[in-house]
Nanobody, 126 residues
Framework: QVQLVESGGGLVQAGGSLRLSCATSRITFTMFDMGWFRRSPGKEREFVAFISWNGVGTYYTDSVKGRFTISRNNAKNTVYLQMNSLEPEDTAVYYC???????????????????WGQGTQVTVSS
């Protein structure tokens, strides 16, 4: 059974940092592009960041550009989201997701992703 397990969430003050991790198992990690999404209370799930299977291609939603960095370690089957300069508006449950790579195209919509983690809560206090 494929598993994606997020960790690293928590409570942080505005301006602080967190690093989320998503460990995967039972997928050939290098065949998958990876994404991070988030859902805030009362809002729909939102795309946050994308990374291609080889780590060369990345893409971010405008609100996190310059503050968040997505990366991956293919030897550890893990994708990361480094979040700096956190704002209260970043408060959400963060999910990682996996999509089979189909070449050099950005995957920014949830329905492109096949596997999902259970989410990790990030709370930013003002």
């Amino acid at each position: 059974q494929v598993q994606l397990v997020e960790s690293g969430g928590g409570l942080v003050q505005a301006g602080g940092s967190l690093r989320l991790s998503c460990a995967t198992s039972r997928i050939t990690f290098t065949m998958f592009d990876m994404g991070w999404f988030r859902r805030s209370p009362g809002k729909e799930r939102e795309f946050v960041a994308f990374i291609s299977w080889n780590g060369v291609g990345t893409y971010y939603t405008d609100s996190v550009k310059g503050r968040f960095t997505i990366s991956r370690n293919n030897a550890k089957n893990t994708v990361y989201l480094q979040m700096n300069s956190l704002e209260p508006e970043d408060t959400a449950v963060y999910y990682c997701a996996a999509a089979r790579s189909r070449g050099p195209s950005v995957r920014a919509t949830a329905n492109e992703y096949e596997y999902w983690g259970q989410g990790t809560q990030v709370t930013v206090s003002s």
